[in-house]
């Protein structure tokens, strides 16, 4: 059935919508916020096999809201592409309301998932005072912590689970990527992983009067507060809930982040996700048997579609669940690049590191770069780096994928991108 | 709480009764077809740290079957061991109907689990018919195949199977350890893992006959025939359904077999478990998330306690279910023997690896074996090998477990316990 692609991804930023062009198979219609750059787009169909010619784009010019979804100029160009074919699979980034109300103006069938989406249902799975409500009712496990609703509850919440590590997590209730963490602690105020800042915990109540006004809004007048742990792994297990509610898993992953370069930043740099998770076996298969009951519940509550479920394991080995989000991850971009380069059964065979952090350089030098060292990817020995993300105005990072049959090749790859791409550098 | 722990394993073999040992705690009161070994039980309760004293034992005499589990001078003696306290917690090695009955006999209260039990229930997860229903209903992905209820509709399976790989496999409904499974094939026949026996599929009616005649009966009138795949790995996960319906997950393990010394042995030997399970990571993943889904579904249809579910993953990279038990695993010994002696997160540190064939010694000489080669479990190195079951008569080989940080370990720890225990041999 060929496809409708929403590049719904919640951002016009040019690298964030040009990584999911990785996802597209010839016939699909791909929604977008921008019109792609043609020398990437065509730079990726060469990766992929695909024919360019056999990719159509509809453009909003603009990031793609729920109103720019159903801006009528819009559906009245995607109708007429959809008038070629009966029937169309609708695959969007997010499953907003607007999706729904998409779908109902371009006279798709509705389904669970839509129906779902129309009452903004997938919120239930993305906030984190929801996730805290449904995990512990699935019994997956989560941070000692609490939901609270204004500032001297928040300053209650603190006091009371400050004790356990030393350092409690204060999250922002819609937060993307950790955004909106903010951890408070009575040790050394260095970077955390997973969060934006952290304060010294002295004054409790004076720092809840100041977060609260901070990570809050009319929209989201509650905060979580959870006991903050040192973890040894920052993962995640994505799954595609399908049409009938049908789970199946994807990929897993686990987070790097290092140090800024700047010893003054309040956050750490995250250099990209690799696949597939490496957990100490035990808490592997615990964190599979708690995030596939998460998933279960998102299915049975009536979500569709993308779905990842983030964790750690802390320094005493325990598994713990810090989110869910309902929506392509960050890592089904890579998922795809190791799907159709290397074959649907990639994580057994290969490792793929993203590295979201390679200095810009204009495409065709960054390709020329790769393919000079012999470092592009090859198809023949199944190993090597593609560039997965790309912003022409040079604004952002190259995001690369580093593909390689063992962790160790992975990472002697990358140290020779990095070593080839800072030569070129002016 | 204190426990009662029903050693109804199926059989009054002493081997597979002694290997129970491991999982007791002080205060138990054991219910057992046999009175345990005492040099055996103390050098159990030596290594696991438990007072002799403070464990009590009734033994049937006999395999404690259902029958033998509501006798009334058994339910007597028990009773009068049971007035010491208010509550117990049963523990089955099988959830079966005389479970039930013995736990109204003792006038313990009901739950879910013991009335599930009671109406047979756990019936509907073992027998290999309904495991093929309730798996394949669960998106939990099963061998192609079918079942059948006659001969003539055996010879259609075959013949409908065979194309595929080549070989099918004819399951007996009610089989334990892939005794009652014939491989049908179309290839030379020499034994296959988890098969009994290998036969030439060129006469499928001929085979058929007797093949219904030989694995039915009265209460097992139906068979399952599936194609039968090439495996990379045999792999089992074994979880605790508790009382509320929680799942947790356990251990997992791959099963070892070897070719056997005769070379016309139509079976393949079965050397023993290795915890915990090392497959592919994608396959492991897609393993585990379906495991969890059929164990969730367990839950949901009633069962309570022990169940393992057990698959292969094929040479071409497939994963497939064939059956699961709702009953202690074979694996279970090795899992307490692991927790006990290493701690809780033993399969994130440690291999545990089951020798089920270390030929027969007496108790004292294979101790002395063990200690005077440096070989016994060392819980300062934590390293070494553990007596697991043994049998008083000499007649079935010792169970050992050898345990170690790596697997390379653990293969040299086997390696010299077996040059150990071959020197001592007359």
């Not at 990031?63 to 592409?81: G, K, M, S």
């Not at 209650?156 to 909106?180: C, F, I, S």
């Amino acid at each position: 059935m060929p496809r409708i692609v929403l590049l719904n991804v919640g951002t016009a930023a040019p690298r964030a919508v040009h990584r999911q062009l990785w996802l597209l198979r010839e016939g699909d219609v791909v929604v977008s916020p921008l019109v792609p750059d043609e020398d990437f787009l065509r730079y990726v169909c060469g990766e992929l096999g695909v024919d360019r010619a056999a990719l159509r784009f509809v453009s909003a010019g603009e990031n793609l809201t729920d109103e720019a979804l159903t801006a009528p100029a819009l559906i009245h160009e995607v109708r007429a592409l959809l008038a070629e074919h009966d029937a169309w699979e609708l695959l969007p980034a997010h499953h907003t309301e607007g999706v729904a109300a998409f779908a109902d103006l371009c006279g798709l069938p509705g389904d669970t998932g839509l129906r779902f989406a129309a009452q903004r249902g997938p919120v239930l799975l993305n906030r984190k005072s929801h996730f805290r409500q449904l995990a512990v009712g699935a019994d997956v496990p989560v941070p000692d912590g609490t939901v609270v609703t204004g500032p001297a509850a928040l300053a209650a919440a603190v006091e009371r689970y400050l004790p356990r590590t030393g350092t409690v997590v204060v999250k922002r209730d819609d937060d993307l990527g950790g955004q909106g963490n903010v951890a408070l602690t009575l040790k050394e105020t260095r970077p955390l992983p997973g969060t934006r800042a952290t304060l010294a915990a002295r004054a409790p109540e004076a720092a809840a009067d100041v977060l609260w006004a901070e990570l809050t809004d009319a929209q989201n007048p509650v905060l979580a507060v959870e006991s903050y742990h040192r973890s040894t792994h920052s993962f995640y297990a994505e799954y595609l809930i399908g049409p009938a509610g049908d789970v199946t898993f994807l990929n897993s992953g686990t987070i790097r982040r290092r140090a800024d370069i700047d010893p003054a930043a309040s956050e750490l740099v995250w250099v990209g996700l690799e696949l597939p998770a490496e957990l100490p076996p035990g808490a592997g298969a615990r964190a599979l048997t708690a995030s596939a009951r998460m998933v279960a519940l998102a299915a049975a509550i009536g979500y569709r579609g993308h779905i990842n479920v983030d964790g750690i394991v802390t320094d005493t080995g325990e598994v713990l669940f810090n989110e869910a989000n309902a929506r392509w991850g960050g890592s089904l971009a890579l998922h795809a690049a190791g799907e159709r380069l290397l074959g649907p059964a990639y994580l057994d065979t290969h490792v793929l590191s993203g590295l979201r952090d390679v200095p810009a350089l204009p495409l065709p030098a960054a390709l020329d770069t790769l393919r000079r060292h012999g470092l592009a990817f090859s198809p023949e020995i199944g190993e090597g780096t593609v560039v997965l993300g790309y912003d022409p105005s040079g604004e952002r990072p190259l995001e690369c994928v580093v593909l390689a049959p063992t962790r160790e090749r992975a990472r002697a790859v990358e140290a020779a991108v990095r070593d080839a791409v800072g030569e070129v550098r002016p």
